[in-house]
């Protein structure tokens, strides 16, 4: 898509993620696609705190040496999680959870 195309443009040094909301997120690497995650289909009630937890997942995975699309899935699964309650602290995304969840998909 154009804003795919244009986010590479400009942050093609490095990895870069964008997430596209309902459409999920792709994960950027020099300016490539190097990963796609569809977004699970969530009943919205609030998103505060959903981009916190989307980039957190991330980095977790990463960190844990997840590869990049495993990692991506994740985190958007995470984000989507995090909209389904009300406020940034009741989504019910643990460290144990998430690193069930991390092991499952790696």
């Not at 990963?35 to 998103?47: I, K, L, Q, S, Y």
């Not at 406020?87 to 019910?92: L, R, V």
Request: charged fraction near 15%.
């Amino acid at each position: 898509s154009e804003l795919i195309e244009r986010v590479a443009a400009a942050f093609g040094n490095g990895q870069v993620a964008l997430t596209l909301g309902a459409e999920g997120a792709v994960l950027l690497e020099y300016g490539q696609v190097i990963a796609r995650a569809t977004a699970p289909a969530v009943d919205v009630v609030d998103e505060t705190g959903a981009g916190d937890t989307f980039t957190g997942t991330l980095i977790a995975a990463l960190l844990h040496r997840l590869p990049p699309g495993p990692a991506l899935e994740a985190a958007v699964r995470a984000g989507s999680l995090a909209v389904t309650v009300s406020g940034a602290q009741e989504h019910g995304i643990t460290a144990t959870g998430l690193r069930q969840d991390l092991q499952a998909i790696a």
